[in-house]
C-alpha cells in the first residue's frame, strides 16, 4: 500500500500512529506529496481524491481511499493487534461518535481557525479566508477541549476504558492547537493528564 501524504502534517500523522499502533509501519511506502508548492491540486492529485486533501491511501489494486477516519478502518481491520475502532456493536458504535466529535469539535475546527484567522499555509494557498469564521472556530475547539477534559475526568479514554482511534483524533487536534498557538486552558487537568499518558505510547514516539 502507498500513502500519499506529509511527514508532521496532524492529519498524515493519524494514519502514521494508526500504523504503529499495529505494528504495520513497514507495509506502507509513504509517498511526498509538495503541498506547499500546490501539488495536491493539481489535477493528478484530485484524481485521486477530489478533496485536494492528504492523506490519501493507494491499495495495491489502485483503489484510493481518503478521510483518516476511512483510511484508520481499513488498517484496523487489515492488521493484527489490539483494535482501534471498537470490539462490538456498541463498542464500535461510541468509537465512532467520540471519534467524530474529537474531529469536529477539536481537529477540523483548529484547522479551520489555523486557515481562516491565522497567515495558515500562506497566501499562495489561503485564498478564501474567512478571519471572523475561523476565530468562531478556534471558540468552538476550546470548548471542545473542554468537553475532552470532561469526558477524561471520568475515563482513561475519549471512547472509554481502552485507546482508539478517537485518542489518536484528538492528539492530532493537540498537536495542531499547539502549532496554531492555541494554549491548553491550565484547568483542563486531566486533558493534560491524558496528553501526558498517550504521549508516552510508543506509536506516538516513532
Ligand atoms: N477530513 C480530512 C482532512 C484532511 C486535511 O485537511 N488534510 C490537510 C493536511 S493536515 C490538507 O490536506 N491540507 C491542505 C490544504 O489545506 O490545502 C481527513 O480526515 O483526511
Request: hydrophobic share 40%; with cysteine.
Amino acid at each position: 500500500m502507498k500513502i500519499y501524504d506529509v511527514p508532521n502534517f496532524p492529519n498524515p500523522l493519524r494514519v502514521r500512529i494508526a500504523l504503529a499502533e499495529k505494528g504495520a509501519l513497514s507495509h506502507a511506502q509513504f509517498v511526498d506529496v509538495d503541498v506547499m508548492n500546490g501539488e495536491h491540486r493539481t489535477p493528478d492529485f484530485l484524481e485521486k481524491n477530489p478533496t485536494g486533501a492528504i492523506p490519501v491511501l493507494e491499495l495495491d489494486d489502485g483503489t484510493y481511499i481518503s478521510e483518516c477516519s476511512a483510511i484508520i478502518e481499513y488498517i484496523d481491520h487489515t492488521f493484527d493487534g489490539p483494535s482501534l475502532t471498537g470490539d462490538d456493536p456498541k463498542h464500535r458504535a461510541i468509537v465512532t461518535m467520540q471519534q467524530r466529535r474529537m474531529e469536529s469539535m477539536v481537529l477540523d475546527a483548529v484547522a479551520a481557525y489555523f486557515h481562516h484567522a491565522t497567515d495558515g499555509l500562506g497566501p499562495a494557498l489561503e485564498t478564501n479566508q474567512n478571519p471572523a469564521w475561523g476565530e468562531q472556530q478556534k471558540q468552538l475547539a476550546l470548548k471542545g477541549l473542554d468537553y475532552a477534559n470532561q469526558v477524561l475526568a471520568q475515563q482513561a479514554y475519549i471512547a472509554g476504558e481502552q485507546f482508539s482511534v478517537a485518542d489518536i483524533t484528538l492528539h492530532a487536534g493537540l498537536v495542531f492547537a499547539a502549532f496554531a498557538n492555541i494554549e491548553i486552558p491550565q484547568q483542563l487537568t486531566h486533558l493534560k493528564a491524558w496528553q501526558d499518558k498517550v504521549s508516552q505510547r510508543p506509536s506516538f514516539q516513532s
